[in-house]
């Protein structure tokens, strides 16, 4: 079984596939949104017909950072994603063309 595919090659196939995969899929980010909001409306529903608890009004300290991070990671996530992709094939690159060099020398 012969593999003609260079490592470079490979690599770049890799972050390619990353590329589509479900986390930097639109699609997939609406519905993660989609359930975000919902998650939330039922919890502030929650916490409107238990707040009489002390315990309830202790556990949004808790709720509110959660919350935000997730809600962060939906939105933030597949930006950050697309900007280490593209870091990954600079730096592939360039070790591609120093070795191109290396090996002409």
Not at 26 to 45: D, E, F, M
Not at 73 to 89: F, N, V
Not at 91 to 103: A, D, V
């Amino acid at each position: 079984m012969e593999n003609n595919e260079t490592l470079s090659e490979s690599f770049k196939r890799e972050l390619d596939h990353a590329k589509i995969s479900t986390t930097l899929d639109p699609a997939y980010r609406k519905k993660k949104l989609v359930l975000w909001a919902i998650r939330t409306t039922i919890s502030v529903i929650l916490y409107v017909i238990f707040w009489k608890h002390n315990w309830v009004k202790w556990s949004l300290l808790l709720t509110i950072p959660l919350s935000l991070f997730s809600l962060f990671t939906i939105i933030g996530s597949p930006y950050l994603l697309k900007i280490k992709i593209e870091r990954t094939k600079k730096k592939i690159e360039e070790t591609e063309k120093l070795l191109t060099e290396t090996l002409d020398e």
